[in-house]
Nanobody, 119 residues
Framework: QVQLQESGPGLVRPSQTLSLTCTVS??????????WYWVRQHPGKGLEWIGE???????KYHPALKSRATISRDTAKNQFTLQLNALTPEDTGRYYC???????????WGQGTQVTVSS
């Protein structure tokens, strides 16, 4: 059974950088044909894709967040991370890491971590 667990600060000041880590167990982040997503959900709204890193290390980002987001990974620790800089209160939400396979099937999710951007 694959498990994903997000970790990071719950409260961040505006203009600062958010750093979240997703620790994966029960499966490798380099297993072929899986992509590792970061998504978020603003209060009262739907899910928003932030970006992804594939098993091959190729990264993609939401166009609106591309200038502020960076996804990286540590294969030795089986972790991937999200850094989001220049935070504003609009970045407040619940952040999830997700494993996605073919046909965009999201088969495993982390429980999510709440991030609040506030002074």
């Amino acid at each position: 059974q694959v498990q994903l667990q997000e970790s990071g600060p719950g409260l961040v000041r505006p203009s600062q950088t958010l750093s979240l880590t997703c620790t994966v167990s029960g499966g490798s982040i380099t297993t072929r044909n899986y992509w590792w997503y970061w998504v978020r959900q603003h209060p009262g709204k739907g899910l928003e894709w932030i970006g992804e890193m594939g098993w091959d290390g190729i990264r993609k980002y939401h166009p609106a967040l591309k200038s502020r987001a960076t996804i990286s990974r540590d294969t030795a620790k089986n972790q991937f991370t999200l850094q989001l800089n220049a935070l504003t209160p609009e970045d407040t939400g619940r952040y999830y890491c997700v494993r996605v396979g073919f046909y965009y099937y999201a088969d495993y999710w982390g429980q999510g971590t709440q991030v609040t951007v506030s002074s």
